[in-house]
């Protein structure tokens, strides 16, 4: 069983930044692919970006190309999602979620309880 926890959401102006951070209980993280998602209201949970198990694969949806930023410290078991230029449109539930495989293949196998963004105009 994997346990992931992320913190870092909030309350933020339009424009501005956040800085999502996933913390793994997985002994063996450095070997397997996360991603950050999102599910706003009334929304299907979407893909916002993927990293490959040593970090040098990412995957960004079109919305956040050049806004947001994934990367992840393995010695540290922690993936982060670096947000900027947010807009109201990103207002959505982030959950960070856990791959069984290097690549982000498939439904990732486990997810974080979610944590709350939203930006105000």
């Known amino acids: 069983q994997v346990q992931l926890v992320e913190s870092g959401g909030g309350l933020v102006q339009a424009g501005g930044s956040l800085r999502l951070s996933c913390a793994a209980s997985?002994?063996?993280?450095?070997?397997?692919?996360m991603g950050w998602f999102r599910q706003a209201p009334g929304k299907e949970r979407e893909s916002v970006a993927t990293?490959?198990?040593?970090?040098?694969?990412?995957y960004y949806a079109d919305s956040v190309k050049g806004r947001f930023t994934i990367s992840r410290d393995n010695a540290k078991n922690t993936v982060y999602l670096q947000m900027n230029s947010l807009k109201p449109e990103d207002t959505a539930v982030y959950y960070c979620?856990?791959?069984?495989?290097?690549?982000?293949?498939?439904?990732?196998?486990?997810w974080g309880q979610g944590t709350q963004v939203t930006v105000s105009s």
């Open positions: 979620a856990a791959y069984t495989t290097t690549q982000p293949i498939g439904v990732p196998e486990y």
């Open positions: 997985r002994r063996s993280f450095g070997s397997y692919a």
């Open positions: 990293i490959s198990w040593s970090g040098g694969t990412t």
